[in-house]
């Protein structure tokens, strides 16, 4: 699962409020930072995993181990990356899904309807730009709790595939 647009600290309550009230129950990828000290067990508690964003250290393959070790397995991860503006979403959760197998769902935290929800689900066909076409569809007119933060939905690879086309 994709949280977008994150644009602030309560996306996170925000989207835990959400998925509990649809009984989903989620685990969710944080910065290793907010595991350290007291906060850590509250964190791992409320479904935390931490990463460290410093290192390569084979997180996605790791991640879609788990996913098709167990029969349910919903993560959270924030595309985007950081809650303030940036070029392009990291493409971990894109990869996670396509190694596992899995469908990407849509979440989302709108202001602008003062709405959370979800929205596409769709399995990773390889083909990224027509895939973030349609996750672009579903954020699509979504602002996030501080619009200026939001990273538009795109990923690296559809530059890359540019190139090579």
């Known amino acids: 699962m994709i949280a977008s647009p994150h644009t602030t600290n309560w996306d996170f309550p925000l ?10 129950k ?10 350290r000290g ?3 067990p509250i964190m791992r508690r409320l479904g935390g995993i931490s990463i460290d964003r410093t290192a390569a250290n084979g997180m996605v393959g790791a991640l879609a181990e788990e996913l098709t070790r167990r029969e349910h397995l919903v993560i959270v991860v924030p595309a985007e990356g950081t809650r ?3 070029e392009y ?9 396509q190694q596992a197998d899995v469908p990407i769902v849509c979440a989302y935290v709108d202001r ?6 979800f929205g596409a689900v769709l399995r990773p066909t390889g083909d990224v730009r027509a895939d973030m076409d349609v ?13 200026s ?12 595939a540019d190139v090579a086309a």
């Open 15 to 24: 989207t835990l409020a959400s998925a509990r009230v649809c009984g989903v």
């Open 26 to 35: 989620i685990q969710w990828l944080g910065k290793a930072a907010l595991f």
């Open 38 to 40: 007291p906060m850590g």
């Open 84 to 86: 303030s503006r940036g």
């Open 89 to 97: 979403w990291k493409s971990g959760f894109y990869r996670i899904a």
């Open 112 to 117: 602008a309807t003062r709405t959370t929800g």
């Open 135 to 147: 996750i672009r569809a579903c954020y699509e007119g979504k602002v996030g709790l501080k619009p």
């Open 149 to 160: 933060g939001t990273t538009p939905p795109r990923l690296r690879e559809e530059d890359a």
